[in-house]
């Protein structure tokens, strides 16, 4: 079992910055690609940015490329989203997840909330502008 917690959201205006953490706690050996997924009112659950088990590999969606960091530490059971130069359009619920480990793969990464096992409960990200 393994069990996703974030924290981190809160309200602030274009341009500021904020950073968003997922605690991961049960089994977390069973974790193999983790992401973050986001959904404002009315419309669909959409992929954010997602890392590979070991942190080598990253991908972004094109809407955060170049203001958002995606960062893990395995270590510490934790994976963070660093978000800067936000825009109202940022505006949604912050979803983070976990994909259960499988021995092959063909990929590292993943940015489709199919391929995920867990996740967590949200946090709100509003940016006023």
């Known amino acids: 079992q393994v069990q996703l917690v974030e924290s981190g959201g809160g309200l602030v205006q274009a341009g500021e910055s904020l950073r968003l953490s997922c605690a991961v706690s049960g089994r977390a050996f069973r974790v193999n690609a983790m992401g973050w997924f986001r959904q404002a009112p009315g419309k669909e659950r959409a992929f954010v940015a997602t890392?590979?088990?070991?942190?080598?590999?990253?991908d972004y969606a094109e809407s955060v490329k170049g203001r958002f960091t995606i960062s893990r530490d395995n270590a510490k059971n934790t994976i963070d989203l660093q978000m800067d130069s936000l825009k109202p359009e940022d505006t949604a619920v912050y979803y983070c997840?976990?994909?259960?480990?499988?021995?092959?793969?063909?990929?590292?990464?993943?940015?489709?909330?199919?391929?995920?096992?867990?996740w967590g409960q949200g946090t709100q990200v509003t940016v006023s502008s």
């Open positions: 890392i590979s088990r070991s942190g080598g590999s990253t």
């Open positions: 997840a976990a994909e259960l480990y499988v021995l092959y793969t063909g990929r590292s990464t993943s940015r489709y909330s199919r391929d995920y096992n867990y």
